[in-house]
């Protein structure tokens, strides 16, 4: 099987909700995910989050502790997925590859249809004192 190696973003703000956002393209489009995407050739996971969320929102973070590191087997495909705690440090967070995105409460992570391989990270996000 395929396998596939992507970092996540686990964006938070002040008010400690969580940055979702809706694919926008492909066989999930329309399924909400945490932004990130693939690790290149020689960067570090935090290398890769850093120019992903640049690239797909035009903005800066900050990369905190790793999360949780999510294995998910899809149909066509094995998902490694390395979630970090992030914070923005400037941007506006525009969406360049996504069709939507919203800020979430932590009682309002059920509120959207999470990618499957995302939904393992909502039930840890939903088990943490976020702030």
Same mark, same amino acid.
């Given at each position: 099987?395929?396998?596939?190696?992507?970092? &996540? /973003?686990? %964006?938070? !703000? @002040?008010?400690?909700? %969580?940055? &979702? @956002?809706?694919?926008?393209?492909?066989?999930?489009? !329309? *399924? *909400?995910?945490? =932004?990130?995407?693939?690790?290149? #050739?020689?960067?570090? =996971?935090?290398? &890769?989050?850093?120019?992903? %969320?640049?690239?797909?929102?035009?903005?800066?973070?900050?990369?905190?502790?790793?999360?949780?590191?999510?294995?998910? !087997?899809? =149909?066509?495909?094995?998902?490694?997925?390395?979630?970090?705690?992030?914070?923005?440090?400037?941007?506006?967070?525009?969406?360049?590859?996504?069709? &939507?995105?919203? *800020?979430?409460?932590?009682?309002?992570?059920?509120?959207?249809?999470?990618? =499957? /391989?995302?939904?393992?990270?909502? !039930?840890?996000?939903?088990?943490? #004192?976020?702030?």
């Amino acid at each position: 099987m395929k396998q596939i190696e992507v970092v &996540a /973003a686990i %964006i938070r !703000d @002040t008010e400690g909700r %969580i940055f &979702a @956002t809706q694919r926008g393209y492909g066989e999930w489009k !329309d *399924w *909400w995910e945490f =932004p990130g995407g693939k690790i290149e #050739a020689g960067e570090s =996971p935090e290398e &890769a989050l850093r120019r992903e %969320i640049c690239e797909e929102l035009e903005t800066s973070i900050s990369v905190g502790s790793l999360l949780q590191t999510i294995e998910y !087997d899809y =149909p066509k495909f094995h998902l490694t997925m390395h979630c970090y705690l992030c914070s923005v440090l400037s941007g506006a967070l525009t969406l360049k590859e996504h069709e &939507a995105a919203r *800020w979430l409460a932590k009682n309002q992570l059920d509120s959207v249809r999470w990618l =499957p /391989a995302d939904l393992q990270i909502v !039930d840890t996000l939903k088990s943490l #004192a976020l702030q």
